[in-house]
């Protein structure tokens, strides 16, 4: 309930900032208007990779590799393309006794918009939005467990148990270059579950590209850049 | 000078102004000026790392609501012990004892039998009897998270009573979860 209610007034705010964003600076820059300078329309394209995923996977029994295809529009607009392989192996939790197993793609398609006043520099602060899709099976177990008042050993598995996912991340994020091509950059991401079926145990623990429904609603990833 | 007769524009990694045809050239970005964001980036990913949220409600147990006649909330004249036999079918196990005064009780529910045997002991004075009750039900685990202890989700098929003490018992809400609604109504005779 109470995490019903945080997650309602995140997104009430988000929303709102998002209404009241470009309004408010419209009369300033015009946020979501191409700037008129020589600069070409068509900057040309950057891929990155994430390193938070990558790391989570070599750190933990879950995280995802996770690649981007980004348009650059007059360094001030990146419709983006996000495609990753999600990843959880948690073998027989020593207090649980739960074991969790999925492997799945996922991809995101979205924009950002740099809101940055010096747009042509190289680096950048932009925020944006996603909407993003996952299509997983899990496995789930749980070890022979007594039943506390009757004492029978209990335990259930189940393989491949079909499970999807919308949700739309809300982007807010830095670039900054470094030498040449390459830049460095962060994005902090709120997440909210759109629609979502998690099969018939009740819950799903880690969606691939979404992370683990546990946590909070808050994910993050530091990219490397490469413009093109 | 005009704000129009100057204009700036990048050329590789510098930035170039031109004011009325005199060319400058200003100095390259640093890219190190943005490092404490990045390092305010990698404290935000440190910051949400995952805590665990279970359930603060995770257990599941059948409630019993005390009846009387015109199916109107009731209280319990009568002690009341119950208890049920375990699996092994040696043991005994009192599942609650001395219930006196009671408007409302709450019983564990197995996590995988298909039929729960229980066992009503009711006294008054020196008076007592005993009823024996089974409750048919299917088992369902439920999931939340590996750091969570999966439980069984359960959906009440029939319930089938002995009339010494009990004088009806009913299936009020059949399924029982993390939800604590009033599953049984239950009524006992009144004695003389």
Known sequence: MNRKSISTYVSRLILSLALLLPSSRADAQGFLKLEQDSIPLFRGFALSFDLVGMAQLQLSDYGQYEGAFRLNLHDQFFPIVEVGLGRANHEEDEVTGLSYKTTAPYFRLGADVNIMKKKHTGNRVYVGLRYAYTNYSVDIARRPTPDPIWQNNTSFSVDGMSCYQHWLEAVFGLDAKVMGPLHLGWSARYKIRMSHHDGWLGNTWYVPGFGTQDSSALGATFNVIIDI | ?192
Request: with cysteine; proline share 3%.
């Open chain 2, 1 to 192: 000078m005009s704000m129009q007769e100057k204009t700036w524009y990048i050329s590789g990694d510098v930035k170039v102004r031109e004011d009325k045809g005199t060319r400058r050239v200003l100095e390259p970005e640093k890219w190190w000026k943005a490092l404490p964001l990045l390092l305010l980036g990698i404290l935000f990913l440190h910051a949400s790392c995952s805590s665990i949220e279970c359930p603060i409600q995770n257990t599941v147990f059948s409630v019993y609501s005390i009846k009387d006649g015109s199916a109107a909330a009731d209280t319990l004249k009568d002690t009341i012990l119950i208890w049920t036999v375990r699996h092994d079918g040696k043991d005994t196990l009192l599942l609650y004892n001395r219930g006196i005064n009671l408007s409302t009780f709450n019983l564990p529910i197995s996590y995988t039998n298909e039929e729960d045997t229980l066992y009503f002991y009711c006294w008054k004075d020196n008076y007592a009897e005993l009823d024996t009750v089974w409750i048919r039900k299917t088992n369902t685990p439920h999931f939340e998270s590996v750091d969570c202890s999966a439980s069984y989700f359960h959906e009440i098929t029939s319930v089938r009573t002995t009339h010494h003490a009990i004088d009806s018992l009913i299936i009020h809400y059949p399924i029982v979860d993390y939800e604590q609604k009033e599953h049984f109504y239950i009524r006992f005779k009144a004695h003389s």
